[in-house]
């Protein structure tokens, strides 16, 4: 009686604990299962030691400052030298690839050991613990992590994900817990809940929250008119952030108080992209505007593709009858611009 009034609570103890440990730890790899393998995700960043956005550009591979400003809300004119203070977040756009469940940062981020660095070092103070020492090495077959040389190269595998959030589009931001914190915390902070971080994240609550490592937190997206078959679809921006579409031509903001509605309106403030100048909106048709199903219509960018900027009206109306996307005339003052260079070289030609 007296054993056994012992090893019950102790048999109770060990189920638990056996269960507990059944539901994972965190292990810094987000999961990543739907149907979309490739998006873009974002890394929410801070360093230890004050840093400027040039460095913060180089580290993480960004091609253009302006996609880092943007997911800041930062001014289009804000300077590659601007200061980052110790521990400010930059959030940072990466490229997302999902493979066997888990969502990867492509192969863009590559790191050059220099002196005195060390894989752990690496890991935890220049990626600011957004990926382990243990998964760069696993990447980049590293059979010993004490030997890594100057000069050597390293593909940084940062987590990321392109799935949906009960069959919503959601932007996932890798956020690196601080000590202290608890899922409720972080969840008021992103807008979301304590119950979804948990269940996207495969732990159980805060006892299995690790600081210093990723969390997976959805951000709510602002839903955009653009077609599936743009080539910048889904368009997807969490609240306060902006973005450059369609070569440049188009600039998209997402304001939650704008009821989580994208705005995107032509732009000249950069260059454009392949295309040698922005071919314009195309109108809607006056008639498909004046139908108002359950607020006044408006004619808004629906996306784009090698030769054209698409519009339609918005919001979509499931009753009105005839097309919906109206494609821009671009291909005509394109062709009028080629004739004008080919002009132009016959006449130097003849000279
Ligand atoms: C996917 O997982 C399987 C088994 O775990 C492994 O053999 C394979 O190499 C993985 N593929 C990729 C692309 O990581
Ligand atoms: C941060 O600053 C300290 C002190 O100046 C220096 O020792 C350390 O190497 C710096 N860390 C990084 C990641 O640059
Ligand atoms: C979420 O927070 C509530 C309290 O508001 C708590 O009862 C619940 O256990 C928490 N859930 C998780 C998964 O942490
Ligand atoms: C959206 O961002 C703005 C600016 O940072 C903030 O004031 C607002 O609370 C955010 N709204 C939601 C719903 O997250
Ligand atoms: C806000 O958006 C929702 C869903 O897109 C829509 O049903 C609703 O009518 C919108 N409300 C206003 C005031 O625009
Ligand atoms: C866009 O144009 C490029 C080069 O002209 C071509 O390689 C590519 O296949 C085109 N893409 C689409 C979606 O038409």
């Known amino acids: 009686m007296e054993t056994f009034r012992l090893t019950f609570p102790l048999l109770l103890l060990l189920s638990l604990s056996f269960f507990l440990s059944l539901s994972a730890q965190m292990t810094g790899d987000f999961k990543c299962s739907g149907k979309t393998t490739t998006c873009l995700s974002l890394v929410g960043y801070s360093s230890k030691n004050a840093t400027t956005l040039r460095n913060i550009q180089t580290l993480f591979a960004v091609k253009n400052l302006r996609s880092i400003l943007g997911a800041n809300n930062l001014p289009l004119d804000t300077k590659r030298d601007q200061r980052v203070n110790p521990n400010q977040v930059v959030r940072i756009p990466i490229h997302c690839s999902c493979s066997n469940g888990t969502g990867v940062s492509n192969r863009d981020i590559e790191y050059t050991v220099k002196k005195d660095d060390t894989l752990s070092l690496i890991a935890t103070e220049i990626y600011g613990g957004l990926v382990t020492y243990q998964k760069i090495s696993e990447v980049n077959k590293i059979v010993d992590v004490d030997k890594i040389e100057i000069g050597q190269k390293f593909w940084i595998p940062l987590p990321c994900s392109c799935d949906q959030l009960k069959g919503e589009d959601v932007v996932h931001l890798a956020h690196v817990v601080k000590l202290g914190s608890s899922l409720l915390e972080i969840a008021a902070q992103f807008g979301t809940d304590n119950t979804t971080l948990a269940q996207i994240n495969g732990i159980s609550g805060d006892a299995q929250l690790l600081a210093d490592y990723p969390l997976n937190v959805?951000?709510?997206?602002?839903?955009?008119?653009?077609?599936?078959?743009?080539?910048?679809?889904?368009?997807?921006?969490?609240?306060?952030?902006y973005a450059f579409t369609a070569n440049n031509c188009v600039k998209c903001t997402c304001d939650a108080s704008n009821n989580w509605t994208s705005s995107c309106q032509a732009s000249s403030e950069i260059k454009p992209l392949n295309w040698p100048t922005c071919p314009p909106f195309p109108q809607c048709d006056a008639a498909l505007l004046r139908v108002s199903c359950r607020r006044p219509r408006a004619c808004v960018y629906a996306g784009y593709s090698n030769q054209t900027i698409f519009t339609t009206a918005s919001p979509a109306c499931p009753d009105s009858a005839g097309p919906g996307n109206y494609a821009s005339t671009f291909s005509s003052s394109f062709n009028i611009v080629m004739v004008l260079i080919q002009c132009a070289l016959l006449c130097l030609c003849l000279l």
């Open 218 to 241: 959805p951000l709510k997206a602002c839903t955009s008119s653009v077609r599936k078959d743009s080539l910048d679809a889904p368009l997807l921006l969490s609240n306060n952030s």
